[in-house]
């Protein structure tokens, strides 16, 4: 199956401060990437659709301003913490569509970050 | 707007016996099912999906699910359950006129010696 490298897998990083996730997709080209947030036990709820080449998508209540998402090529998006805070701290996942009629997504290992 | 329920939080099954996870979802539309399993700290791992034909999809590790329209239920099942089988499952739907992906809150499965 395809491959989606997601980096760091964990990160702690001091409040205030601003953290990178990368999601890469290795052996295919994601016109379509998705950014989750997970918490302990609970289900993964979709922040933001990520489409190549034009802005992402945030779902209702995600602040945009917050949580930078660029998907500059057709095999990596970011998301960008910015002032983080210890409400930030989470788990978060992204996952990659392979073409627009592939039905299938493919899920990078997922970041755990800790605002400190 | 589309939705995915998992009655169940937790699923306990004796090592050997038949396992069922369910799945039930509200579309509009034609929809594309879903399972994924997930271990602790970890990304999601891709078990099966429904999109169209025989309503009985067999997966990854033995799983399967059926997709029952009249029910619009998408229950997995394993006819022999393995204590490597204990982990989270996910349920999730996506409809072919949008591509957003919906989950369902999860199953923990555990599965007992």
């Known amino acids: 199956g395809a491959v989606v490298s997601q980096h760091p897998s964990r990160v702690i990083c001091k409040s205030g401060t601003s953290v990178k996730i990368e999601c890469r997709s290795l052996d295919f080209q994601a016109t379509t990437m998705f950014w989750y947030r997970q918490f302990p036990k609970q289900s993964l709820m979709l922040m933001a659709t990520s489409n190549e080449g034009s802005k992402a998508t945030y779902e209702q209540g995600v602040e945009k301003d917050k949580f930078l998402i660029n998907h500059a090529s057709l095999t990596l998006s970011t998301l960008t913490v910015t002032s983080a805070h210890p409400e930030d701290s989470s788990f978060y996942i992204c996952s990659a569509l392979r073409g627009r009629m592939n039905t299938e997504a493919f899920f990078g290992q997922g970041t755990r970050l800790t605002v400190v | 707007a589309q939705s995915v329920a998992q009655p169940e939080d937790q699923v306990n099954v004796a090592e050997g016996n038949p396992l069922t996870v369910k799945c039930t979802y509200s579309?509009?539309?034609?929809?594309?099912l879903f399972w994924y399993v997930q271990y602790p700290n970890r990304g999601l791992q891709f078990l099966l999906k429904?999109?169209?034909?025989?309503?009985l999809v067999k997966g990854s590790y033995g799983f399967e699910a059926e997709f029952n329209k009249s029910q619009t239920s998408f229950h997995l099942k394993k006819p022999s359950a393995l204590v490597s089988d204990s982990a989270l499952y996910f349920c999730a739907v996506r409809v072919n006129r949008d591509d957003k992906i919906i989950f369902g809150k999860g199953t923990r499965l555990h599965i007992l010696p």
């Open positions: 429904y999109i169209t034909g025989d309503n």
């Open positions: 579309v509009s539309g034609n929809p594309y």
